[in-house]
């Protein structure tokens, strides 16, 4: 039994997150041209804002240090104080950024019910109002796809063709959290710009499986992206010689989009053995990328991460009795392979 292994040793299935760059990543880093971002120097945050809109189909890009950040921004240039978007009860915004809307932007998030993740195009129609003086003007839906919180679950086409096509008819503005539209890309062949198309404004993020230390750019049209410019600076996100990340970012998306599908692989390979174990909830069928989502049933989510941590497995619970499990760039087949002896030892002593 492999018992309180050093930190190095870990295998970490925490969040796609943890990547840490490459070799080559950190020569393209240390080679790169820089220039003060903020005076629109930077030739490096310049080619990877037209590389970023270039792939999803839209007039302009601009680099930012987060996800939080471009989700943020996005929001604020949609909207102005007292009005309202809609979004689903389990989205990254809601959920982890702080109370942003209401904080930065002044913005109610109105819950609509996702299944995991994924709401209709009925479920925006029910939540609008009539106009009146009474009601919070509803200004933007807000999708996430893949969906972090739903087991990166993907949004099919059509139901954001229809959910796009509600909100475009009740002339809302729509914006995609696509922090991982990378992975819906790769495991649906559906490409970036075709997800993009739908939507009025994109975030994505580099720095989750693409493997790039830092940043996320946000996507739409010249004008939109000008005026987010304006909030991104507002919100302390201007930022000067960021060449030496941005070219980061542009190597990881020349060169690690594609590997996902191996994200995919060890994802599903980790979620068919760990359905079959006892005192674990998991239908194989829901993983659809890179994050494993399961229920432990004989003891509470923290004891099972405390033991598979001192088997050298790192895991995050999601709940009381959930805990997600994340592939990436940093994990084999191998380390798959490993998880799932350290995960049987582990559900087999409960
Ligand atoms: C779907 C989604 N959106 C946004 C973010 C925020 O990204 P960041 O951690 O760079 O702020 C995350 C982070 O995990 C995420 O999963």
Redesign the pocket.
């Known amino acids: 039994m492999q018992n309180d292994r050093q930190a190095s040793e870990m295998i970490d299935l925490r ?1 796609d ?1 943890i990547t840490k760059p490459t070799p080559a990543m950190r020569r393209a880093m240390a080679e790169a041209e820089v220039g003060d971002d903020v005076l629109g120097d930077d030739p490096t945050v310049i080619a990877l804002e037209k590389r970023t809109a270039g792939i999803l189909g839209k007039q302009a890009a601009v680099y930012m ?7 943020q921004v996005a929001i604020r240039a949609h909207s102005e104080p007292g009005d309202e978007m809609l979004c689903d009860d389990n ?3 809601y959920f ?2 702080c109370g942003g809307p209401a904080a930065l932007s002044g913005v109610m998030m109105r819950l609509l019910p996702g299944v995991r993740g994924i709401f209709t195009a009925a479920d925006v129609m029910a939540a609008l109002r009539p106009p009146s003086v009474h009601f919070p003007p509803t200004k933007l839906v807000f999708v ?1 796809n ?3 919180r739903g087991g990166g679950s993907i949004w099919p086409i059509e139901r954001i063709t229809e959910v796009t096509k509600a909100a475009r008819e009740a002339r809302l503005r729509t914006h995609l ?1 696509g ?2 539209l990378w992975n819906a890309a790769v495991a649906t062949g559906i490409s970036e710009a075709k997800y993009a198309r739908h939507f009025d404004s994109v ?1 994505v ?1 580099f ?2 499986g693409l493997g790039a230390p830092v940043g ?1 750019a946000l996507a739409g049209s010249a004008e939109f992206i000008a005026r987010a410019r304006r909030f991104r600076k507002m919100f302390g996100g201007g930022m000067r010689q960021a060449g030496i990340i941005a070219a980061g970012a542009l190597h990881a998306l020349e060169h690690h989009r594609d590997r996902l599908a191996e994200d995919h692989a060890n994802a599903k390979k980790l979620a068919e053995s760990l359905a079959e174990m006892p005192g674990v909830e998991l239908d194989p069928a829901t993983v659809e990328t890179n994050i494993v989502i399961f229920r432990v049933t004989k003891s509470p989510a923290a004891e099972v991460i405390e033991r598979l941590k001192a088997e050298g497995v790192l895991v995050l619970a999601t709940g009381p009795d959930s805990i997600r499990a994340v592939t990436s760039l940093m994990i084999t087949g191998e380390d798959v392979d490993q998880a799932v002896a350290a995960a049987k030892r582990v559900l087999k002593g409960l």
Do not use: F, I, L, W
Request: charged share 25%; with cysteine; hydrophobic share 10%.
């Open positions: 969040s997150t240090p987060s996800g939080t950040m471009t989700n989205t990254h915004t982890y950024e996430e893949t969906h972090k959290d922090a991982r975030s993020c720095s989750k996320s």
